[in-house]
Structures are given as structure tokens and as C-alpha cells.
DNA sequence: AAAAAACGTTGACTTTGGTCAACGCTTTTG
DNA sequence: CAAAAGCGTTGACCAAAGTCAACGTTTTTT
């Protein structure tokens, strides 16, 4: 139990045995099914969740209600909507299960504690939340100096993993574009 | 000197006169004109860099040699190019001053030691980046979700110092558009 | 096993943003 | 102070993405 999230946290920084056992008893361990919702629009969210095994997506509905998604989260990847987790105030993001999910879970309090008991936490938060910065920033700069081939391209490259198991209409979301587009844009690419 | 630097940081964790003295010992001032490069691609990104006056901003270089502003960076905010800073590797972005400037540099070495040395550093620089992540998420998910008219009416009404001392083109480039669009949404949005 | 839902593709048409050129105005430079 | 560069706007035209509808296939549900 936890193995991943403990083998991630010790990539970033090392552990003694006692601090995991320490940190193990502030995590929860959660089993989400395909299609539910670990959190609502409207909702204040409760917890950062690891993912041990599963798939889910973080997304939000424009005004037309069509979902826009903004990340998906495969194993060893940490999914929150970090604004409302951290204010208190009401989330802007739905997130839920693209398949059946094992989450680690990491409540308010939990955290808050750890930050104080284990300085090592910390770092990892820092770590953590760095990385997480630098991959978004690619991301926007590939958004807005890329051409839809190239951004798609280098999707696939950097996300095999998420071009298997993800239907192909969610990487369209992704990317903010229509399913018919994202198409059109490998057929162009396959003709080449 | 580093008045604006100390005042942004008890914002987020106060600092006791001695912290703030030891901390000071890692800081180095240095004025930008307009224009100047403060990094280029290609270099690496040797500091991080807080903007006690003035303006500068982060970009890249398309395949057409266009600028695309990924950034831009007014009094309090902070900027790098965290990816080169962070690694060693050759620098993705320009930074340069819109404005003559006043910065306060911190080394790489000095990043280094003040984590080690300042718990409350690491603090700091923690809910700096978690601060950016976020609103770098809320950027990303206007722009794959928001109208044009949507996404730059918010832009000026959450930055308009920003709206006020940049010109026109480069928020156009900031937004992913060509300065002939981003004047008409600006007419469309003034004649409703 | 049958029915329903989800998915990806294609075509025809519309809407939107990009491109190129020109112009007047302001700011910077020599 | 004069010349040059930078800036924002507009018009005409072009290219690209969105929309709507239809279809065949696969997956899920019952």
C-alpha cells in the first residue's frame, strides 16, 4: 500500500523509515470507479489525491457546458484543484475517474500537520509544485508559439501513455480544440 | 534597498530582523535599461530575479521569428526562467526590460544555501511558485475555454498596470493573437 | 445477445483569425 | 529639430478552425 507515492517521494527527497511511517498515517487511501466524481464544481475541495493506479481528468465546463479539460492525472501524478484546496473557497473544477482509480489521499489537516512535523514534506511540496510549473509553462508556450501539428506531435511523444488509454475527443479537449479538428489534424499529420 | 523584495516576503511569512539581515547577505541589486537583456536563449539562467521597479518581460522565438510573451513581470512579481535555472540547461526564453528597472538578483549558489540555511526561505519560495502555478492555471484554462472579448476584458481587469505601461501588440502576443486582431476585439468590445 | 451509447471520420458550409498593405500619429534617435 | 522607428487601426482577401449532419464501428449496458 502506497508504494508509488512513497517510491515517487523518495525520488524528490529520501526517507528514513520512520518519517514513512510517520507520513503513512496521514495519508487515506481511496478507490474510485470509472465515471465518478471526486470532485464537483461548487464543492470546497477536501484533499490532493495521488494516483497509485487509474486514470482521472480535471475540467470545466465554458458556457456553452461543453468540458474543457485542463489535465489528466495517470499514475504517480498528484490531481487537486490546488485554489480551493488551499482558500477554503468553492471549486471551478469538476474532476472524476477516466477508468477505475486507486487515490492516495492527502486531507487539509493532514497536510497542514505534515508541513509542520516533517520538513521534508515540505520540500517535497516544493519539488512537487515546481515541476508542475515548468511542465504547464511548456505547455502554455507551445499554446500560443506552435502550430495544431507540432502541439499534437509532441503530445504524443511526451504523453504515449495518456494517447493509449484516453479517448481521442479528451486530448482534442485538452487542447482546446473540436473532436473534428484533432482529426483532420492526424490525418494531415499520417499523410506526410 | 530591497524594500519591496522584504515587504512581499513577511506578506507571506514574517521575518524576524535577524532572518531578514542573514538573507540580505545573498542578495545582489542590479539596475536594467529598457531594452537590456537580463537572459537569452541560449545562455543559462543564472538568478531569479524580483522586480523592486520597473518592467520586463519572459519570451521566445516562434519558427517565424516572431516574440511570444509568456510573461511579464511589474513591481513584486519575480521571474527566470525556472526550467534553465533549475537545471543548468541552456536557457528556452529571453527576458528583457520593457522599462528602465530595478532588480533584486539571487544566485543559483545563493538559492542553494539560503534553502538550507533559512527554513523560512523555502517557505517563501514554495507559496511564491504555488501562487504563479495557480494563476498560471487559471490563464490556461481561459484560453482553452473563454472567447477572445472574455479573455482580454478579464486581462484587463485583473492587470491594468499592465494594460496602462505595455503596449498593445505585446499583450496581443501575450495572448497568442496578431496585433490586428487583438484591436478589433478591443472595437468589438467597445461598441456594445 | 440485442439495444444503446460512445467514438472517430468525413463532407459541406460558416465563422473567425491571419496576412498584407496602407495610413496617420506618437515616440525615439541622431 | 528632422528623420526614423514604433505603434495602433482599417480594409481586402485568404487560410484555418468551428458547426452541423451523416455514417460505420466499437464499446457498454441491459
Known sequence: MYELF??????KI?????????IKKYLTPKKLRKKQYLLQ???VCKFVAFVEKGALRQYSLDESGNERI????LEGWTISDLYSFLTGETATYHIDALEDSELVLIS???HEELLQKVAKYETYTRLKITGAYIAMQKRLTSI??????????SFITLY????????QHMIASYMGL?????????RRISSR
Open 6 to 11: 512513497f517510491r515517487e517521494f523518495n525520488k
Open 14 to 22: 529520501a526517507l528514513t523509515p520512520e518519517e514513512q511511517d510517520l
Open 41 to 43: 464544481e461548487g464543492d
Open 70 to 73: 485542463i489535465q489528466f492525472a
Open 108 to 110: 487539509k489537516s493532514a
Open 144 to 153: 500560443i508559439s506552435s502550430s495544431l501539428e507540432e502541439r499534437y506531435s
Open 160 to 167: 504515449p501513455d495518456i494517447v493509449q488509454r484516453v479517448p
Open 178 to 186: 473540436q473532436p473534428e479538428t484533432l482529426s483532420r489534424i492526424r
